[in-house]
């Protein structure tokens, strides 16, 4: 008998330790639902308010480029005006010795 007595008194130690165990769980269950969290977005927004100005910097960057070489490509020509005039005095004297040479 003493042996039937010590298990039930370890089960209802056990038992008593475990509604013990569950009526911290309840308190714990009801002080998270009445907890409202609130979180603290100042340091994020500040990292993220540092990287959109430095991608508006680049994107400023971008666009000067883009800008500097369409102008590039504008004014670029690709023979200077001193070969041309030279390719059209030849053209005009070739010209000019053909029909003489056909003439004659």
């Given at each position: 008998m003493t042996r039937?007595?010590?298990?039930?008194?370890?089960l209802v130690e056990e038992l008593n330790d475990?509604?013990?165990?569950?009526e911290r769980l309840e308190k714990?269950?009801?002080e998270l639902k009445t907890t409202k969290l609130k979180m603290d977005l100042m340091e994020y927004k500040s990292i993220i308010e540092a990287h959109q100005n430095k991608m508006n910097e680049h994107q400023n960057a971008i666009e000067q480029f883009e800008e500097r070489f369409n102008k590039k490509i504008r004014e670029a020509k690709i023979y200077p005006?001193?070969?041309v005039v030279i390719f059209i005095i030849c053209v005009i004297i070739s010209v000019v010795l053909v029909a003489y040479v056909i003439m004659k």
């Open positions: 039937i007595e010590e298990l039930s008194k370890l475990f509604d013990k165990g569950i714990i269950n009801e005006n001193w070969v």
